[in-house]
């Protein structure tokens, strides 16, 4: 019997490695200058600290340290990245396009934008949840100042075609952002590779603290323009003022050394499971559907629905496992909304709520996996048994 309860909603929020947690510790009490003192050994050692950091951060996604925004994490940085470059673009009404499966952090600062009198188009994925780069490119305008996709979706784990979006943007000169908070530490990211102009990732997604977070701004073919949202000090070359976060930033660097380090072989490990464990609910149940491409997905995720169950009774029978569900899984806010995720993916209403998300990661155990697996499937046969007609409808 497994440690209770078996979480497995590392897409949520993972926990610090205890190997970040230990080299942060002191970057709070005896080494707790402010990296902006210019004049003192306090200071210095703090700028040295967050420098180091940048390094390593940097280098997990192929980039230059001077190329790395440090913020409060992926929403910040999504704000910045949007807001940032049609505030410096300063058309009269620009255009962005971006993908209705997308975070609320795009979906919503694209509104925002909207309501400022951008024009904003959300182009629909196809059913396997992939979103064609052919339908990005029939979206763009001559107004298109950014391009907005996800790198690896937080419901359904698909990897977006990110490096055929950029060589059509690039041809056109419009800008590519893309959130990444997902991918960054689970499956290698080069930001060369993928062409991507902008690209927003998080550490508490990573093995790292909560509350710092990271957007990449290319600096070179081309630069990219980009106003700042947040004004002070003038930190972060202008683009991010506030005090940096220097216990965040050095567990941050040090959760990304290692995932460079770490990654492939943690992967493979973590990619078995996922897969034991789809194999155990298709094994002991019928009507089970997978939500989205299972080829190119993140290895750790799986989302499946279960025909004839109702969502409701699905969440409140798995008191022991920790999962998100198709319903209410996107906002802070209680409803049985079904995921706009599903949804675009042309998923019923009732199926979609009738659906799991499982993120497996670093400390998931098979023993762990055999029991959600275990538990998962004799709640569903329950739910069939108790409800029949639920199931023929
Ligand atoms: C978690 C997540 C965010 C938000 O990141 P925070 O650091 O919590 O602000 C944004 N986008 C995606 C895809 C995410 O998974």
């Avoid at 795009?106 to 024009?119: E, M």
């Avoid at 004004?231 to 959760?255: C, K, M, Q, Y």
Wanted: with cysteine.
């Amino acid at each position: 019997m497994p440690k209770l309860p078996v979480y497995l909603d590392y897409h949520a929020t993972t926990p610090a490695d205890p190997r970040v947690v230990e080299v942060m510790a002191p970057y709070f009490t005896e080494r707790f200058g402010n990296a902006a003192s210019r004049h003192h050994p306090f200071g210095w050692a703090a700028r040295d600290a967050a420098e180091a950091g940048r390094r390593q951060v940097a280098e997990l996604i192929g980039a230059d340290p001077r190329e790395i925004c440090f913020t409060s994490g992926a929403t910040e940085s999504n704000n910045l990245a949007l807001k940032g470059a049609l505030s410096a673009a300063g058309a009269a009404r620009p255009h962005v396009v971006t993908v209705a499966t997308e975070h609320r952090a795009v979906l919503d600062p694209c509104r925002r934008l909207a309501d400022a009198g951008a024009r904003v188009t959300e182009v629909a994925p196809d059913s396997d949840g992939l979103v064609s780069p052919k339908s990005i490119e029939r979206a763009l305008t001559d107004d298109t100042v950014l391009v907005s996709v996800m790198l690896a979706n937080n419901e359904i784990g698909v990897l977006q075609p990110i490096a055929e979006i950029a060589e059509i943007t690039r041809a056109r000169g419009i800008l590519l952002h893309s959130d990444a908070a997902q991918a960054v530490g689970r499956v290698p990211v080069d930001v060369g590779a993928l062409g991507v102009d902008l690209l927003s990732f998080t550490a508490h997604k990573l093995y790292g603290p909560k509350g710092i977070g990271a957007l990449y701004v290319r600096r070179r073919r081309p630069r990219v323009p980009l106003a700042p949202i947040i004004d002070g000090g003038g930190h972060e070359r202008g683009l991010r003022s506030g005090t940096l976060n220097v216990p965040g930033i050095v567990g941050f660097g040090a959760a990304a050394e290692i995932c460079r380090t770490e990654l492939a072989a943690e992967e493979e490990r973590i990619g078995r499971l996922r897969d034991r464990l789809l194999a155990a609910l298709t094994g002991r149940l019928d009507g089970v559907t997978v939500n989205g491409s299972l080829e190119r997905r993140l290895p750790h995720n799986l989302n499946v629905s279960f025909a004839g169950v109702e969502g409701e009774s699905l969440l409140v029978g798995l008191d022991d496992v920790a999962v998100s569900s198709g319903a209410a899984c996107t906002t802070a806010s209680p409803s049985l909304e079904p995921s706009h995720v599903l949804r675009a993916i042309g998923l019923p209403d009732e199926l979609a709520r009738a659906s799991l998300r499982f993120g497996l990661g670093r400390w998931t155990t098979e023993e762990e996996i055999d029991y959600a697996a275990d538990k998962v499937a004799s709640l569903v046969t329950r739910l069939r048994e108790l409800s029949p007609v639920t199931r023929a409808s």
